[in-house]
Nanobody, 123 residues
Framework: QVQLQESGGGLVQAGGSLRLSCAASGRTDNNYAVAWFRRAPGTEREFVAAISWSGGLSNYADSVEGRFAISRDNAAKTVYLQMNSLKLEDTAVYYC????????????????WGQGTQVTVSS
């Protein structure tokens, strides 16, 4: 069993930056692909970014490509999402998810989910 805990959300002005963290605990050996998803009020959850076990592969949604960067520190069992040039439409609850399948394709099921952290971008 793997537990995931997000942190780093908050209120930021448009154009600003935030870095989210996803810390893993429990029975984890770092052999997990990890992704970030988000859900804005009244919308479906959407994929944001994913990273492979080693960090060598990543995948991004078109809406965040070039502005967000996913990375991981396996020694710390933490995955990060650096968010730059934030827009009003980035406002959402951000969730991290993990799975054993070492693929950055968002379509495959994710086994573990965190509770989410709120990101609010203001004008």
């Amino acid at each position: 069993q793997v537990q995931l805990q997000e942190s780093g959300g908050g209120l930021v002005q448009a154009g600003g930056s935030l870095r989210l963290s996803c810390a893993a605990s429990g029975r984890t050996d770092n052999n997990y692909a990890v992704a970030w998803f988000r859900r804005a009020p009244g919308t479906e959850r959407e994929f944001v970014a994913a990273i492979s076990w080693s960090g060598g592969l990543s995948n991004y949604a078109d809406s965040v490509e070039g502005r967000f960067a996913i990375s991981r520190d396996n020694a710390a069992k933490t995955v990060y999402l650096q968010m730059n040039s934030l827009k009003l439409e980035d406002t959402a609850v951000y969730y991290c998810a993990a799975r054993r399948l070492n693929s950055v394709n968002a379509a495959y099921p994710w086994d573990y989910w965190g509770q989410g952290t709120q990101v609010t971008v203001s004008s």
